[in-house]
């Protein structure tokens, strides 16, 4: 059996039940749940802490598991990652009371405050700044305003909450982060059940990513047209029963669907249509 680590709390946890639900995993239907076996499948679920996954998976203990980068690159563990999954997507900045500091070299003698110690104090390693650092558990935005450290290092997706504490954003991103599915160094990637599970999941990305696009258009704009609507391999043509038109079926990004349908009416395609792709396997 596959073992997964999946994230049982946290911004990570339900869009990643969510996402395994789609690629026709069995999820647990109580949050209480810890262990869930998939017997169709062949997978076992362990529902853990975010922050734990990379150790797990690390260690060899589960084969595989979903974390944020921040995470996995905060906790040192022996794992990689192999997939990107598109959500949870953050940057880790350094902020700080407007007037303190510009910029990481700016730091030196002062104390940074953080969640994510590792990834800082590498970062300050790599600029060769001799500052301090706290580590915190969470809202460590408070640490500035009861003088605990001049500068924090966190998770930014809006920036909402520290301009709400009066804090400004500083220095270059640290790291840009979304979740991912990591690997132990000892897991094999060429194994069918883990290749299995990285298509049934990039299938789904495509799923979400893409939509189907029908159209029926004169033979002699066909070439113009499926410039427009390559689609990932080669757009299907089919004759209609009027031979001097085809129908052309093609999968589009569905960022880009309306566009591409406008174009596609000016070139004199008609019926244009765009349906949800449900599941798939590139
Ligand atoms: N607004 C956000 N707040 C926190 N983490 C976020 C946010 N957006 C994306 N993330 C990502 O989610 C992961 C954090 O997972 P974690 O379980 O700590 O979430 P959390 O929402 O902070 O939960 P907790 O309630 O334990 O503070 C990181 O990879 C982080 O980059
Ligand atoms: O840029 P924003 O959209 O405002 O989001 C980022 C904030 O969200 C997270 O806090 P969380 O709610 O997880 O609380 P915590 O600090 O206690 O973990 C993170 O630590 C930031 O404080
Ligand atoms: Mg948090």
């Known amino acids: 059996m596959l073992r997964i680590a999946v994230p049982n709390k946290g911004s990570l946890s339900e869009p990643a039940s969510a996402m395994l639900h789609e690629a026709g995993y069995q999820q647990r239907k109580d949050r209480r749940e810890l262990v869930l076996v998939d017997a169709a499948n062949e997978v076992e679920f362990f529902f853990l802490r975010p922050r734990d996954i990379a150790v797990y998976v690390g260690s060899g203990k589960l084969d595989i598991g979903i974390t944020g980068r ?13 997939l990107q999954l598109g959500f949870a ?23 940074v405050a953080t969640s994510f110690p590792g990834l800082v104090r590498a970062h300050l390693v790599e600029h060769a700044v001799d500052a301090s650092v706290v580590r915190l558990d969470g809202a460590v935005e408070t640490a500035i305003q009861l003088g605990v450290a001049e500068i924090i290092a966190d998770v930014v997706e809006t920036g909402t909450t520290l301009r709400n504490a ?16 990591i690997r132990g160094r000892g897991t094999d990637v060429e194994a069918p059940k883990v290749k299995q599970f990285l298509r049934r999941m990039h299938g789904v990305l ?24 390559p689609g990932l391999e080669s757009p299907t043509v089919s004759p209609l029963h009027d031979k001097g038109w085809v129908a052309v079926r093609s999968m589009v ?13 000016d070139l004199g395609a008609r019926a244009i249509l765009t349906t949800n792709i449900h599941a798939c396997r590139i």
């Open 253 to 265: 990004p569905s960022s880009e669907a309306q566009r591409i349908m406008d174009d596609l009416y």
């Open 89 to 111: 997507g953050s940057t880790f900045r350094y902020a700080t009371r407007p007037g303190t500091a510009q910029h990481v070299t700016d730091f030196g003698g002062m104390t």
């Open 70 to 82: 921040d995470l996995l690159l905060d906790s040192g563990a022996e794992a990689d990652e192999i």
């Open 166 to 181: 009066g804090l400004e954003i500083i220095s270059d991103p640290i790291l840009l982060s979304e979740a991912v599915v």
């Open 206 to 229: 495509v799923a979400r990513r893409y939509v189907m696009m029908d159209y029926d258009i004169r033979a002699e704009h066909v070439e113009q047209a499926v410039r427009l609507t």
